[in-house]
DNA sequence: ACATGAACTTAGTACATGCTGT
DNA sequence: ACAGCATGTACTAAGTTCATGT
């Protein structure tokens, strides 16, 4: 056992560390990370933790054109007359500024095979430009690219309450574009008539090309999808990372818990906040300029407006309520009972202060991943969020799996312990549009089935009357198939019900966040394979090759 | 110490595609 | 074959982190 998992972590460490290496070059000239002479070796080290390519080849982004209208004169035909289009694919004409060359010559024949043939046309013409613009080649391998368009020009909406929506984002031009590749590769060429804003060949960064987008100024990057091994490395590392902190967090536990006593000030709300990062996954929450974006906060910036405190709610004595907007304006509600020094600090740290006072005033997120480098090296704020979702993800599928259980009920439990690490981060969803009719139908399958039950048991009693009365074989054949109809009805019923309750729980519930980010994928694959669950009913094709390497990795005995 | 910026991960939504029961 | 819903993908906004500049 332990030599075949000597070999599969062999493997796995092939297929990464295929990319070659060299010691580390001095940078690119310019490059404002290398402008200043090097300072202490720690800086040395850190630089050295960098991607090192050696060689990066790509064609640049691509731009779509400008929206052409469609020329004077050119419409549909049917039945050898212009026709006139219905308003959608007129808009689809008009919007792309294309055509379709074709003839219809019935309305139906039209209508059949208009959007057809337009999705058939423009899946082509994504596929080509998929095939040129799609992929690199970084270190010998070609790799594809995750973003490879620009974003286009349009109305920026942004998420929740935020104060520049309605902003033009205005059209990115190669002027604007910073690209990155090997000098000695073959240089990508701008669009006719236009040039690049720079050439640049920094092989410490993984991105190929980058803008400055006009609505916050920030940059915008092109980098590579997932599947490719640069970002596949990345996400095991992350994870190990995790993994690691399992060894320091019952320390840090007990270390943040002694800090809820501490003389200073500043210890007692650093702990209190690495408590609820640690308990309930908060984010770090750094600072946010107002005006630039919406109003919304994590753990360091939570302000005294966003949480209630209890002596005594549902039944438990000191309980916390929580209510602000998260990420993307994303509401994060919850009460939480919680012990007795954390309360009386809460209070502490409330007292005289305004509503829009900050809970944590003595408090950043810089200063608490300061302190929790010292802790372990490499630990900060997220590290705990990846580490309770994998280990709650461990802990689920260890509590609720049971070997005997067919595939959709191990299926079920899969799908039950991705959703305790969805709640625990608070990844939600809109409820879709069709959700309500949906459910509907499920309730109209499980009022009949209902129904068909109680006609069943009705039946039973019947037929058992008539069995006491007539005692023959005959009489009992009736009673045993009557009692068969029941059970299996009742059955029948229970699985609606549970696929009833499942859709329900997971109305407001997104798993892809977690299953995707927050996961150890390790874990999972150790559970399929332990429990003949074939990784495909987990695992979509692109999410296989996303886990790429935890696939060559991990054996049924992995241990997060 | 604090502000800014660069680089990278994480996030939800809209739309496309695929699947399933009729 | 096809409607109707579930699932998957593309897109890009919004976070975190770390380093540098002031």
């Not at 402008?35 to 080290?45: A, F, L, Y």
């Not at 990057?221 to 095991?236: I, R, T």
């Not at 039973?460 to 005959?474: M, N, S, T, V």
Request: glycine share 4%.
């Amino acid at each position: 056992m332990r030599v075949v998992r000597l070999l599969r972590l062999r493997a796995a460490l092939t297929l990464l560390r295929e990319v070659p290496r060299r010691p580390a070059s001095r940078g690119v000239p310019g490059s404002r990370r290398t402008q200043k002479g090097s300072g202490t070796r720690w800086e040395e080290e850190k630089r050295e933790d960098r991607v090192k390519w050696r060689q990066l080849e790509h064609k640049g982004p691509y731009f779509a054109p400008p929206y052409e209208p469609l020329p004077d004169g050119v419409c549909f035909f049917y039945d050898g007359k212009p026709m006139r289009l219905s308003v959608k694919a007129e808009e689809v004409a008009t919007f792309y500024g294309r055509m379709l060359d074709h003839e219809y010559t019935t309305k139906e024949v039209f209508r059949k095979n208009f959007f057809n043939d337009w999705r058939k046309k423009l899946k082509e013409e994504a596929e080509k430009l998929q095939q040129e613009f799609g992929y690199c080649i970084l270190d010998g391998h070609r790799e594809k690219i995750g973003n490879f368009k620009t974003e286009p020009p349009g109305l920026f909406r942004g998420r929740g309450d935020h104060p520049k929506m309605g902003m033009l984002k205005r059209r990115v031009m190669p002027e604007d574009v910073v690209i990155n590749c090997s000098r000695d590769s073959k240089i990508p060429k701008p669009p006719a008539g236009h040039q690049w804003k720079e050439v640049r060949s920094d092989n410490t960064v993984t991105w190929l090309a980058a803008w400055t987008e006009s609505i916050q100024n920030s940059i915008k990057y092109v980098m590579l999808n997932p599947c490719s091994k640069l970002k596949g490395e990345k996400a095991w590392q992350k994870f190990e990372t995790a993994r690691r902190l399992r060894g320091f967090v019952d320390e840090i536990r007990s270390q943040y818990q002694a800090d809820w006593k501490s003389q200073e000030m500043k210890t007692r709300q650093r702990a209190v906040a690495l408590y609820f990062i640690d308990k309930l996954a908060l984010r770090a929450g750094n600072e946010k300029d107002d005006g630039e974006a919406a109003d919304t906060v994590g753990c360091c910036s939570l302000r005294v407006e966003h949480v209630q405190l209890h002596p005594e709610a549902d039944g438990c004595q000191h309980v916390v309520e929580f209510d602000f907007l998260g990420k993307d304006s994303i509401r994060y509600y919850n009460r939480v009972p919680v012990e007795k020094p954390v309360y009386k600090n809460l209070q502490l740290f409330m007292k005289n202060k305004d509503p829009q006072d900050d809970l944590f005033d003595r408090l950043t997120t810089t200063s608490l991943n300061k302190h929790l480098h010292e802790l372990m090296d490499g630990l900060t704020a997220k590290v705990f969020r990846t580490y309770n979702a994998s280990v709650t993800l461990q802990e689920q599928l260890r509590a609720l799996t049971r070997a005997e259980d067919s595939i959709a009920a191990k299926i079920l439990s899969y799908n039950r312990a991705n959703r305790a690490v969805a709640i625990l981060c608070n990844h939600q969803r809109a409820t879709s549009s069709t959700f309500e009719k949906s459910m509907q139908n499920l309730q109209t399958k499980i009022q009949v089935k209902k129904e068909q039950v109680a006609e069943a048991r009705a039946e039973l009693r019947k037929a058992r009357a008539e069995h006491k009365a007539q005692g023959d074989g005959k009489s009992r054949s009736v009673l045993e198939k009557k009692r068969r109809l029941l059970e299996k009805l009742q059955e029948q019923l229970a699985w609606l019900s549970v696929q009833a309750t499942d859709k329900e729980e997971n109305k407001q519930v997104a798993l892809s966040t977690s299953k995707l980010n927050y996961l150890d994928p390790r874990i999972s694959i150790a559970w399929c394979k332990r429990f003949r669950v074939p990784v495909e009913k987990i695992y979509s094709k692109t999410q296989r090759e996303r886990f790429a390497w935890a696939l060559a990795m991990a054996g049924e005995d992995f241990e997060f």
